[in-house]
């Protein structure tokens, strides 16, 4: 693909994206206001928890990423009609295998529950265990979605992509008025309508992701043959995952040593330092992957880091001068969001505190996206374990150094450098293997820093001009001043990919304009 269908592939995704933030966003608040922080929603949240942990080890860590560079390598190497016969064999396999887990799940939850909530009273226990076996099925989803979003990106198919996390969305919060408020089936009606959802978006998938096999000879193996690669590879990803929520984990022991109310700041300065990634992170990995991939199996180094050089301008260009604007105007966009009721000054002073942190490394985050995607193509096992491991030890190491000097800021300070280190290191050592870093690259992406840098000091400065103003005036203000500050310079220096952007933006909102005024 060219950059101006990058963009709008990228711009689909972080479209489907945005809109399905704003519907749980919604539904929280709607699920909020029903059952507040009552034993049931205790019961409700831990039970939605252990799915989500399957979620992330199985879909966002392991199969997502590793099944779309190895499809697309098996189709390279062998055609399509075997790389369907892989494909489909490995979803009957996975579902038969979550079928099969879920008797063994059902009889070791209540002593999971137990352990994972010690101190909740017998009956909301109880409540857990029954809301959790509600959702179990929820897995099949979980484990198979990966290989059916892998194959629609595969064929640059996005709009299933974009759509398949819109609709959970939407069928979540449609699920919400007819389980809870029409049929008033409380915690359970929420959490069976959880499930509704989720096997609505799995017809969906499938068949989004099976009418790419029209035409197609294939045939099921029990044991497919290429199996073997897929189950080489799992393994290192695996712990690339649990090392990731390690480091949640040690994060969050820390900042629970700095008084009442440090891990609450944590959690709402971490949810808004993510909605960038959510939103666009997620579409730049999306739309890099299928072409990137393809160009390795077929051994195009010089297209490949075409590629690669491209997604990382392009994901620095648009996560830079967020990350820039985030650090001056977190408390205006804090108090604005949150500070009312209980929640007071001191509360958006500790939040805005962890959003600059993070937001210090949310660029090379959006990198290290990137490199965790790109890693399977070049088929290595070493790689994911070492920056893993750096990535970790360098965030616990920091935690130490920072915390008494920066409390909370110390210890988000310390994971974004964790996770600069995992982009930075894993950068060069792609750009080592594709042997083609350019100086132009080094170049724009060092305008873009400085570009950035610029962007925030001027909405540093607009924010400090406009104190005796409202919050809201000072975060509109700030942000407009600074982004416009970014997006001249980012013309006038002619950063890689603003004149691609800029030729989107056109093509998808001033010509329709324009064609509208011509008819009239």
């Not at 750009?431 to 400085?450: E, Q």
Request: with cysteine; hydrophobic share 60%.
């Amino acid at each position: 693909m060219n950059s101006a269908q990058l963009w709008r592939a990228t711009g689909l995704i972080a479209l489907a994206n945005g809109a399905a933030l704003g519907l749980q966003f919604f539904t929280t608040i709607l699920i909020a206001r029903a059952f507040g922080t009552s034993a049931q929603m205790d019961a409700y949240a831990l039970a939605v928890s252990i799915p989500e942990s399957f979620q992330y080890l199985l879909l966002l860590a392991t199969l997502s990423v590793l099944f779309t560079p190895l499809w697309i390598d098996l189709r390279a190497r062998r055609g399509d009609a075997e790389a369907w016969s892989m494909a489909l064999s490995l979803l009957l396999c996975v579902t038969a295998g979550v079928i099969l887990l879920l008797p063994i799940l059902v009889w070791l939850m209540p002593q999971l529950i137990s352990l994972l909530a010690p101190g909740f009273p017998p009956a909301t226990r109880a409540l857990a265990v029954e809301l959790s076996d509600l959702i179990l099925p929820g897995l099949i989803y979980y484990a198979t979605a990966g290989i059916l979003l892998g194959i629609c990106y595969a064929h640059h198919d996005f709009r299933i992509a974009a759509l398949n996390t819109f609709l959970l969305a939407a069928l979540n919060l449609a699920a919400f008025f007819i389980f809870v408020q029409w049929l008033g089936g409380g915690v359970r009606g929420l959490m069976v309508g959880r499930l509704c959802a989720l096997a609505g978006v799995e017809i969906f998938l499938l068949w989004g992701a099976l009418r790419h096999a029209r035409g197609v000879k294939w045939r099921v193996h029990l044991f497919h043959p290429e199996f073997r690669v897929v189950l080489k590879f799992m393994p290192p990803y695996i712990f690339g995952a649990f090392s990731g929520q390690l480091a949640l984990i040690i994060n969050r022991a820390f900042v629970s040593t700095l008084g009442t109310g440090s891990v609450a700041a944590w959690g709402y300065g971490q949810r808004l330092a993510d909605i960038p990634l959510a939103i666009l992170g997620a579409a730049f990995g999306a739309t890099f992957l299928p072409d990137f991939s393809a160009q390795i199996a077929t051994n195009e180094r010089d297209a490949a880091s075409t590629s690669w050089n491209r997604a990382v301008v392009r994901t620095s260009l648009t996560l830079a001068p967020i990350a820039a604007l985030l650090i001056p105007l977190a408390v205006p966009l804090i108090t604005v969001l949150f500070q009312r009721g209980s929640f007071d000054a001191n509360s958006t002073q500790a939040s805005a505190l962890v959003l600059m942190g993070l937001a210090v490394g949310l660029p090379l985050r959006g990198v290290a996206g990137l490199v965790v995607r790109g890693m399977p193509a070049f088929k290595t096992r070493a790689l994911p374990i070492v920056l893993s491991a750096l990535s970790t030890l360098t965030n616990l190491v920091l935690d130490f150094a920072f915390i008494g000097a920066f409390g909370l800021f110390g210890i988000a300070l310390a994971a974004s450098i964790g996770d600069a280190m995992f982009a930075a290191v894993g950068t060069i050592v792609f750009w080592r293997w594709l042997k083609t870093l350019t100086d132009s690259t080094r170049i724009t992406l060092a305008k873009i820093c400085g570009a950035a840098l610029l962007a925030g000091g001027g909405a540093f400065f607009a924010q400090r001009l406009l104190e005796t103003y409202s919050p809201l005036a000072q975060l509109l203000l700030g942000a407009a001043f600074g982004a416009a500050i970014f997006l001249l310079l980012a013309i006038a220096l002619d950063l890689g990919e603003t004149r691609a952007f800029l030729q989107f933006v056109q093509q998808r909102v001033m010509s329709p304009r324009l064609r509208m005024k011509k008819s009239s």
